[in-house]
């Protein structure tokens, strides 16, 4: 147990019934500052605009009826979707009473506790809509929705607290606040005390509520577990969810989704109980996990679609919003998060939001500083990590992530030695993030598909080898938990910068090691994208690599051989039954190129092998009976029968189209002659031509010193 854990919990348990005198409201918007707030609602156009939206949101519920239905729907469903509106309201409606002191929106919170007060407990325990996956809730059909319900209300009603009679207070809290809280530390305590992001959602629903009602014994167990040990609860997963560079482990999506309980609380316990010091907790691990998560995005703010990820989440989400907030205005965040602010359009109506709208609006923002740098993953960051590259500016950046992670536990894909690839503000090598459609119940109930188990976690579905045409660790995520590659070696600066990695537990017998890198060389205006993938075993193998590409061919240096009389899937199982299999054609001196144009720039990928390649070319869509599947393609570089194979790649950027004039430019490429020169375990050596100008890069696995040399 590190040393400020042990303070946090010593001094917890001297000082548990000494939280600060009662507040209200005490949390994002605080009693203090109220005056300034409201102020800064007049004066900040950021603060104001927000402001403006809540109040129109607030006084849109006054409009309507108070509804609270029985609950009988899955994610997406009518029930489901009013309870999720009802807790929107009451925080809406919370913050529009504090701001402009008018009663009525007091009131209706009131009365819409007063509403679940009064059915809460006649509900059953079990939803009819819960499902095995997960554990039941009660408003909801899984438990993390009722505490994510929990977290939005025991806010709204902390801001309206001294507006609502002292009889209807006990009222809302015995008959809804202590029962919730009953349910999720009892009838739901694995969840709890699971470390994970529901887990996080629990103690957080637990802890807010504790504070606001002044009942420190749901703030120490929200803090150390039921058992109040320390080995779960808020300490144990900001011990185990986060690397030491504030890396979560389930990846980039979900740190996303954890950051807000995570954070909320977090400003909770510095507002009652500031001498714990919990921004500095693990070296403040709250802090750096805000900023690896926007890190962990391109330029155009989407998030890395590592592991299960809905792709279209980018840091203007509402859980950055408080993190950028909290982590500028109380822990010591940079200017640049004004940048990213602005972005975002909006700040939370608090204390935090004030100061980010009154520094913007006094010209202080700075661009965000993206970097090159490697995220450590696993508590100790003992176990592997993401590697990112990036080239260029802001507004036309190349950026190149390297997946050398552990699994991500459940929501974890088999993707060792992903690669994904952007540039020109677009993914030029995608992942396919998860095969859901969150909240839409005629889709498996908004649920994960069965396809995100059947095609989105497979290997090849990533841009990575598949060895037999199996995935990683067979599919089996309970063995994968227990591996993670090994790095070799980074650097995120100068010419090349480079990532690389080695895999020797996915595949039985089969090592691999993978080095890939951004180079820029002077004939070229965007640094080329090298990619080195060797495999190796005793034994032969059929080696697939996959590079799924947006956009479209339109060049190759093989003849394409499509098959136009009726497609077959590629396989059977381990993703392969997903996939229409185009065409394979054979590759001449195991060496080509083919040029994909996407979003009015080209890019061609030049490769070479060891031995003689195939290319397969594939699109997504077989075996999809309820059509859940999006499209994509991707060229596979195939090997069918070798040991030992080591996979070439340099991608070009190049050119431009203009649709508006019909002008194209620099259609063709500019690398040539892409050959191996000699591949073994301490040495891969190839050369290249750049307008006819000879480049040979070594690469050295075994010497830090003199990893990756450039040399004409």
């Not at 939803?127 to 095995?132: F, G, V």
């Not at 965000?368 to 990036?390: C, M, Q, T």
């Not at 989105?456 to 990575?464: D, E, G, S």
């Not at 599919?475 to 990532?499: M, T, W």
């Given at each position: 147990?590190?040393?400020?854990?042990?303070?946090?919990?010593?001094?917890f348990?001297?000082?548990i019934s000494?939280?600060?005198a009662?507040?209200?409201?005490?949390?994002?918007l605080?009693?203090?500052?109220?005056?300034?707030?409201?102020?800064?609602?007049?004066k900040?156009?950021?603060?104001?605009?927000?402001?403006?939206?809540m109040?129109?949101?607030?006084?849109?519920?006054?409009?309507?009826?108070?509804?609270i239905p029985?609950?009988?729907?899955g994610?997406?469903?009518p029930?489901?979707?009013?309870?999720?509106?009802?807790?929107?309201?009451?925080?809406?409606?919370?913050?529009?009473y504090?701001?402009?002191?008018?009663?009525?929106?007091a009131?209706?919170v009131?009365?819409?506790l007063?509403?679940?007060?009064?059915?809460y407990?006649?509900?059953?325990?079990k939803?009819?809509?819960?499902?095995?996956?997960?554990?039941?809730?009660?408003?909801?059909?899984?438990?993390?929705?009722?505490?994510?319900?929990?977290v939005?209300?025991?806010?709204g009603?902390?801001?309206?607290?001294d507006?609502?009679?002292?009889g209807?207070r006990?009222?809302i809290?015995?008959?809804l606040?202590?029962?919730?809280?009953?349910f999720i530390?009892?009838?739901?305590?694995?969840?709890?005390?699971?470390i994970?992001?529901?887990?996080?959602w629990?103690v957080?629903?637990?802890?807010?509520?504790?504070?606001?009602?002044?009942?420190?014994?749901?703030?120490?167990?929200?803090?150390?577990?039921?058992?109040?040990s320390?080995?779960?609860?808020?300490?144990?997963?900001?011990?185990?969810?986060?690397?030491p560079?504030?890396?979560?482990?389930?990846?980039?999506?979900?740190?996303?989704y954890?950051?807000?309980?995570?954070v909320?609380?977090a400003k909770a316990?510095n507002?009652?109980?500031p001498?714990?010091?919990?921004?500095?907790y693990?070296?403040?691990?709250l802090?750096?996990?805000?900023n690896?998560?926007?890190?962990?995005?391109?330029?155009?703010?989407?998030?890395f679609?590592i592991?299960?990820?809905?792709?279209?989440?980018t840091v203007?989400?509402?859980e950055?919003?408080?993190g950028?907030?909290?982590?500028?205005?109380?822990?010591?965040?940079g200017?640049?998060?004004?940048?990213?602010?602005?972005?975002?359009?909006?700040v939370?109506?608090?204390?935090?939001?004030?100061?980010?709208?009154?520094?913007?609006?006094e010209?202080?923002?700075k661009p965000?500083?993206?970097?090159s740098?490697?995220?450590?993953?696993?508590p100790?960051?003992n176990?592997?990590?993401?590697?990112?590259?990036r080239?260029?500016?802001?507004?036309?950046?190349?950026c190149l992530?390297f997946?050398?992670?552990s699994?991500?536990?459940?929501?974890?894909?088999?993707?060792r030695?992903?690669?994904l690839?952007?540039?020109?503000?677009?993914?030029?090598?995608?992942?396919?993030?998860?095969?859901r459609f969150?909240?839409?119940e005629?889709?498996?109930?908004?649920e994960?598909?069965p396809?995100?188990?059947?095609w989105?976690?497979?290997?090849?579905a990533h841009?990575?080898?598949?060895?037999?045409?199996?995935?990683?660790f067979?599919?089996?995520a309970?063995?994968?938990?227990?591996?993670?590659?090994?790095v070799?070696?980074?650097?995120?600066e100068?010419?090349?910068?480079v990532?690389s990695a080695?895999?020797e537990?996915?595949?039985?017998?089969?090592?691999?090691?993978r080095?890939?890198a951004?180079v820029?060389?002077?004939?070229l205006?965007k640094?080329l994208?090298?990619?080195?993938?060797?495999?190796?075993?005793?034994?032969q193998h059929?080696?697939?690599l996959?590079?799924?590409?947006?956009?479209?061919?339109?060049?190759?240096?093989?003849k394409i051989n499509p098959?136009?009389?009726?497609?077959?899937?590629?396989?059977?199982?381990?993703?392969?039954?997903?996939?229409w299999?185009n065409?394979?054609?054979?590759?001449?001196?195991?060496?080509?190129?083919i040029?994909?144009?996407?979003?009015?720039?080209?890019?061609?990928?030049?490769?070479?092998?060891?031995?003689?390649?195939?290319?397969?070319?594939?699109?997504?869509?077989a075996?999809?009976?309820?059509?859940?599947l999006?499209?994509g393609?991707?060229?596979?570089l195939?090997?069918?029968?070798?040991?030992?194979q080591?996979?070439?790649?340099?991608?070009e950027?190049?050119?431009?189209?203009?649709?508006v004039?019909?002008?194209?430019?620099?259609?063709?490429?500019s690398?040539?002659s892409?050959k191996?020169?000699?591949?073994g375990?301490?040495?891969?050596?190839?050369?290249f031509?750049?307008?006819?100008?000879?480049y040979?890069?070594?690469?050295?696995y075994?010497?830090?010193?003199?990893?990756?040399?450039?040399?004409?």
């Amino acid at each position: 147990m590190n040393y400020l854990k042990k303070v946090v919990l010593v001094f917890f348990c001297i000082n548990i019934s000494l939280l600060h005198a009662q507040k209200h409201p005490n949390i994002m918007l605080t009693k203090d500052n109220i005056a300034g707030v409201r102020e800064g609602c007049t004066k900040y156009p950021l603060l104001q605009k927000s402001f403006e939206q809540m109040k129109a949101d607030a006084d849109k519920a006054l409009q309507g009826k108070i509804y609270i239905p029985v609950p009988q729907d899955g994610g997406g469903g009518p029930s489901h979707e009013q309870h999720k509106k009802n807790y929107q309201n009451i925080l809406a409606c919370g913050v529009a009473y504090q701001i402009t002191g008018e009663a009525k929106y007091a009131a209706y919170v009131k009365d819409m506790l007063l509403g679940y007060a009064a059915q809460y407990e006649k509900w059953p325990l079990k939803h009819p809509k819960s499902k095995i996956s997960n554990q039941t809730g009660r408003i909801f059909w899984q438990i993390l929705n009722d505490c994510v319900w929990q977290v939005n209300v025991i806010q709204g009603y902390d801001l309206v607290y001294d507006a609502i009679a002292p009889g209807d207070r006990k009222t809302i809290e015995n008959k809804l606040f202590v029962p919730v809280v009953r349910f999720i530390t009892q009838s739901s305590a694995e969840t709890f005390n699971r470390i994970h992001n529901h887990g996080t959602w629990a103690v957080a629903a637990v802890g807010l509520t504790g504070y606001v009602l002044n009942k420190p014994d749901y703030v120490e167990i929200a803090l150390k577990g039921s058992d109040k040990s320390g080995k779960s609860g808020y300490l144990a997963q900001l011990d185990q969810l986060f690397s030491p560079d504030g890396y979560y482990t389930e990846g980039p999506y979900y740190q996303r989704y954890a950051l807000l309980p995570f954070v909320i609380f977090a400003k909770a316990i510095n507002q009652y109980q500031p001498a714990l010091s919990i921004y500095n907790y693990r070296n403040n691990i709250l802090r750096k996990a805000i900023n690896t998560s926007l890190q962990s995005s391109y330029t155009n703010g989407a998030f890395f679609p590592i592991n299960d990820a809905i792709k279209n989440k980018t840091v203007e989400s509402g859980e950055l919003v408080y993190g950028v907030d909290l982590a500028y205005a109380e822990m010591g965040g940079g200017e640049d998060l004004l940048d990213v602010a602005q972005r975002q359009g909006r700040v939370v109506v608090s204390d935090a939001g004030l100061k980010v709208a009154k520094d913007i609006a006094e010209g202080k923002t700075k661009p965000f500083n993206y970097k090159s740098l490697f995220i450590s993953d696993g508590p100790a960051g003992n176990e592997g990590g993401l590697g990112v590259l990036r080239s260029g500016t802001n507004q036309d950046q190349q950026c190149l992530v390297f997946k050398a992670a552990s699994q991500g536990m459940g929501h974890g894909h088999f993707d060792r030695l992903n690669i994904l690839y952007y540039d020109n503000g677009s993914e030029v090598f995608s992942d396919y993030g998860a095969a859901r459609f969150i909240n839409i119940e005629s889709k498996n109930g908004g649920e994960y598909l069965p396809e995100n188990r059947t095609w989105a976690k497979q290997t090849v579905a990533h841009n990575t080898i598949t060895v037999d045409k199996t995935s990683a660790f067979k599919a089996n995520a309970d063995v994968a938990q227990q591996y993670h590659p090994e790095v070799l070696y980074f650097r995120g600066e100068g010419d090349i910068q480079v990532i690389s990695a080695k895999e020797e537990n996915a595949w039985k017998g089969v090592s691999l090691t993978r080095t890939s890198a951004l180079v820029r060389v002077p004939e070229l205006s965007k640094a080329l994208l090298v990619d080195v993938f060797k495999a190796e075993s005793a034994v032969q193998h059929q080696y697939d690599l996959p590079f799924w590409y947006n956009g479209y061919i339109t060049d190759a240096s093989f003849k394409i051989n499509p098959d136009t009389k009726g497609l077959k899937p590629a396989g059977e199982k381990y993703g392969y039954q997903h996939l229409w299999l185009n065409s394979t054609d054979s590759v001449p001196g195991a060496a080509g190129y083919i040029t994909v144009m996407n979003n009015l720039r080209f890019y061609t990928t030049h490769f070479c092998g060891s031995s003689a390649l195939n290319v397969q070319l594939a699109t997504i869509g077989a075996n999809d009976p309820n059509m859940n599947l999006f499209g994509g393609k991707a060229f596979i570089l195939s090997q069918p029968s070798v040991s030992d194979q080591t996979f070439i790649s340099l991608t070009e950027s190049h050119g431009k189209v203009d649709p508006v004039v019909e002008t194209t430019s620099g259609a063709a490429s500019s690398v040539s002659s892409l050959k191996l020169l000699s591949s073994g375990k301490q040495q891969t050596s190839f050369s290249f031509d750049v307008k006819g100008k000879r480049y040979r890069i070594d690469i050295h696995y075994n010497d830090k010193s003199n990893f990756i040399q450039l040399t004409k």
